[in-house]
Structures are given as structure tokens and as C-alpha cells.
């Protein structure tokens, strides 16, 4: 289990395993600037400059604390077209981890989706996965396929204490492959299933996926973008694994998978993307793509010294030390917020916070983006900034309509080893207040809405002057303070 500290005084905190060696200052710009910046960003979180950011809290993609290792690593890459030998340390590294024999290179995560729908991707296919992400239910649409999802009921229930809320509905996957028998070119589950809430899956479940697939003869893609919570969940929740190393169940993962994809701005906290696979001629179906979309196959887009710090980042994630810090201060996060009241998504899980934005701001209608809503006035409350997941981030319906989100949430990333306590603390502070300030806050409409992917770029403005009565009461209550 790595070593767990406890305290003298009773309490329970979680405690950083690493020092803060390299440093980015901060600014917390006024609560006046925050109403001006937000506005001039069309009230899209997307849009805000970072320099009017205190904590960024919209992902953690490509923005995880690297190591001194990694950063050293960074110094001695080989520059080539072809052959270069940091592609090697990563292939060494890699499939030392996954115990995979053959390895492509990818930009990032999404270009890796391109690649393993363009090789097996045909018109009219169906693909049948835990949870969809969005990048992956896009690339499988161009290519003419189609996404079902096979969550079990519980994944939507917001505030639950079931542990592996990723995990798939394996009986509706037998049927499902029984009944699209020759339409299926591949299964996909996805670790810590991100729209969800960040949320894991057992190896039991993956284990009956695997099994159901390779009974049937279809392959089983992994995509280990959000691994690392995964497998901090796997060892902490699942009681067969307690004594194994993250190691061991990073290859148990592995071994049920016929390709492991990922995106390295997550699993290896560096910038690019892999795809492994166990056999030649899976490989070579895949392989044609990469120098066509990518780049040739020892960098596919990737800087060697991004490859690297990859190499490096992946053997730090078998350290259980380095892993848990994310998932530890979610946990704190969210247990401070449910503390004073504020309705979070339970269990807490990896890559960020959920705020429940339909309960924190009832009063706002779908119709008016209420998780945009609170994303606005999250920032405007404190400098943090989170990303909208609701109805703001769906497409809208055939028929012009708005298509309202099953859920609203606000998800407030926690980076690896880049935020303090005391700055989990500053941002539960303000959530807080803005919670008990909740009726202050109204909505938002469209100023200018592109037809696809609108949530990134698209601006909006508040339905009233509420960002302006929100800024007047934080100034009765906190005077002068930022
Ligand atoms: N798969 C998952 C599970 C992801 O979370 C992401 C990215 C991707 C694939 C695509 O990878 O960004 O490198 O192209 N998630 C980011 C996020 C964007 O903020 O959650 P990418």
C-alpha cells in the first residue's frame, strides 16, 4: 500500500511525497478584474487568459507537475527524422510497463482515436464501450461508426457510494455483440471514465469484458489516458488487489487488452500519445496512418524530448506515492465542500472534482447553461477557473433544439503535484461562499454559437447584471480582500 502517515493529533490529510523545486508565480487579479475578464472571455472558461487565472483548474492535460527527472531526461534527447534513440527509451519503457510487442506514436491522445478508427472504423459499425469521450465518439463518427454505451445505472447517479461506477454492463455487452455479430470491430473501456466524473472500473469487470471478447473474437481496446487514478482505485477499493504492485496490475490491465492507447498529456505527464498492440498484424493495419497523419514512426508529431520525458514520466506512474496524490486531494476537496453543504459527485474520483451544478444552482434552467453558469461564477467568485459539462458541451438535437445534458456538472481538475493544500482550501473557501451566495448567480445566453465543438469556442453573456450584484456582495463580505 506505500506508506501512510498518521498524525498524532487525529487528523487526516493527505501529504505531498515530493518537494516543489521549480515554481510559476501567481496573480489573484481583483474581483472587479474577474468580472471584466469574464465577460471579455463571452463567459467561456475556454476563452480566459491565463494571466487573470489564480488556480487552473480546467484540466489536466498536458499541465500535470513534471519531475527533475523527467526535466533532466528532457536535456539529453536525440534529435532524428528516424531512428531516434529517445523513441527506443520509450518503446523499452513502454512495453516494459504494458508487456505489448509493438508501439506507434501519436501526437496526442485524440490522433491516436484517428488512427485506430481509420484502421478499423467501417461505415454502419457499432462500438460498444463503458463510457463515450467526446474526441473518441468523433473520430468513430467520421469514420461512419456509431457509439453505445454500456454503463450500468448507477454511473448516473450522482451521489452514490459505489466504487467502480466505470464499470461495464457485461451481460448487455454479450448481448450486444451477439446481436451486431460481424458490425463490431472493436470494445472500448476507457480508465477512469472522465465524463462520468473521473471514475474507475474493477479488474474484476475488465476481466469479464476481456473474456466475453476474446470468447467472441473482438478485440478489446484500452484507452489508459486516465490509468493512473484507475489503478489508485483498483489498489485502494478492490480487496483481491490490496497486496499487489501498481506494476503488477498495470500488466493484469494490459493482458486483457488487445491494443492500449492513451494521451502522454495525461498517463505520463508529459505531451503525446501511444498506441500498443500485441500482434503483427494489428500493428500493421494501424501503422500505415502515422506517418500520413502524424509523422514518421520513431516521433509521430512528438518533440523527442516531450518522448523523453514520457519515457521517464511512465515509470514514475508505477510509483503508488506519485499516483495517489491526485486522487487524495479530490478526496479532500471533496469532503470539505460536502462538509459545508455543497453538493458534490460521490465517491470522489480521479482527475478532478465534480460540482453538482443542477442542485448548487436550482434556480437556473438548463435552457440558461447552468454548470456554464456556475463555471462563471466560479471564477468570478475566486480566480478559479473549471470546465462546463453539461448542456453547454452537447451538440444541439437534428431539429435546431437545445439537446439538455443528462447531468450538469462543474469539474474542477486537480493536475498532479501543481496545487497546495492551502490552495484546495482557498478554492473550497470560495466555492463555499458562492454556494451560500447561490441566489445571486442566474444564467447565461448565446452571443455567438459555432455549429461545431461551440463549447470551445463559443461566447455567451449572463441574463442579467448578476456578475456585477455577485462582485458588490463579495465586497460587503470580504472588503478589501482579493
Ligand atoms: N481519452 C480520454 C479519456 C481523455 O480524457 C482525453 C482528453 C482523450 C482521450 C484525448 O486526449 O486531449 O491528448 O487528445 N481529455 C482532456 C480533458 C482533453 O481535459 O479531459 P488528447
Redo the contacts with the bound molecule.
Keep these: 500500500m506505500g506508506s501512510t502517515i498518521s498524525f498524532f493529533s487525529g487528523e487526516s490529510f493527505p501529504i505531498e511525497m515530493h518537494k516543489v523545486r521549480i515554481v510559476q508565480k501567481l496573480s489573484l487579479i481583483p474581483i472587479e478584474e474577474r468580472v471584466s475578464a469574464m465577460q471579455a472571455a463571452g463567459f467561456n472558461t475556454f476563452l480566459l487568459k491565463n494571466n487573470s487565472i489564480f488556480m487552473d483548474m ?5 499541465v500535470n507537475a513534471m519531475s527533475d527527472r523527467q526535466l533532466a531526461s528532457m536535456m539529453m534527447a536525440d534529435d532524428a527524422y528516424a531512428g531516434s534513440m529517445s523513441f527506443e527509451r520509450l518503446k523499452e519503457a513502454a512495453i516494459g510497463i504494458f508487456g505489448k510487442d509493438f508501439i506507434l506514436p501519436a ?7 484517428n488512427i485506430i478508427s481509420s484502421a478499423f472504423v467501417k461505415p454502419g459499425n457499432v462500438v460498444p464501450m463503458n463510457y463515450h ?4 465518439k468523433a473520430h468513430i463518427g467520421l469514420r461512419g461508426g456509431s457509439v453505445v454505451e454500456l454503463f450500468k445505472p448507477v454511473a448516473m447517479d450522482l451521489s452514490s457510494d459505489e466504487p467502480f461506477k466505470g464499470n461495464m454492463d457485461t451481460d448487455a455487452l454479450a448481448t450486444l455483440l451477439d446481436s451486431e455479430r460481424g458490425n463490431v470491430p472493436f470494445v472500448r473501456m ?6 462520468i466524473g473521473g471514475q474507475p472500473w474493477s479488474l474484476a469487470n475488465l476481466k469479464e469484458v476481456g473474456k466475453i471478447c476474446r470468447d467472441r473474437g473482438i478485440p478489446l481496446v484500452l ?1 489508459a ?2 490509468l493512473a487514478d484507475n489503478l489508485y482505485f483498483i489498489k485502494t477499493r478492490e480487496a483481491s488487489q490490496r497486496d499487489a504492485s501498481i506494476r503488477e496490475i498495470t500488466r493484469r490491465i494490459s493482458d486483457e487488452a488487445d491494443i492500449v ?6 498517463l505520463g505527464c508529459a ?3 501511444l498506441i500498443l498492440s500485441n500482434d503483427q498484424s494489428t500493428h500493421d493495419k494501424m501503422l500505415e496512418f502515422v506517418p500520413l497523419y502524424e509523422g514518421f514512426l520513431t516521433y509521430g508529431g512528438m518533440s523527442v524530448r516531450e518522448i523523453e520525458a514520457i519515457a521517464v514520466g511512465l515509470e514514475e506512474t508505477m510509483d503508488f506515492d506519485m499516483i495517489r496524490h491526485g486522487p487524495e486531494f479530490i478526496k479532500l476537496m471533496a469532503d470539505e465542500l460536502a462538509k459545508k453543504g455543497v453538493p458534490v459527485v460521490t465517491p470522489a474520483g480521479g ?1 478532478g472534482c465534480h460540482l453538482n451544478a443542477s442542485e448548487f444552482l436550482s434556480h437556473v434552467p438548463q435552457t440558461e447553461f447552468t454548470a456554464g453558469a456556475l463555471a462563471a461564477a466560479t471564477f468570478i467568485a475566486g480566480g478559479v477557473r473549471g ?1 462546463e459539462r453539461g448542456t453547454l458541451s452537447e451538440e444541439r438535437n437534428p431539429d435546431g433544439s437545445e439537446h439538455l445534458s443528462e447531468v450538469e456538472l462543474l ?1 474542477l ?1 486537480v493536475p498532479r503535484r501543481v496545487f497546495t493544500m492551502s490552495q484546495i482550501k482557498y478554492a473550497v473557501d470560495r466555492i463555499h461562499w458562492l454556494f451560500e451566495n447561490r441566489r445571486l448567480v442566474g444564467g447565461l445566453k448565446w452571443i455567438s454559437e459555432p455549429k461545431i465543438l461551440r463549447f470551445f469556442s463559443g461566447t455567451l453573456d449572463a441574463v442579467s447584471d448578476w456578475p456585477n450584484s455577485l462582485a458588490r456582495k463579495f465586497r460587503a463580505d470580504f472588503g478589501d480582500s482579493l
Design positions: 480546467l484540466t489536466d492535460s498536458g501526437h496526442q491522445g485524440r490522433a491516436a482515436e469521450f467526446t474526441t473518441t476507457e480508465a477512469g471514465t472522465n465524463l484507452d489516458s486516465l492507447y492513451f494521451s502522454a498529456r495525461k505531451r503525446g500519445g482527475l470546465m469539474r481538475a
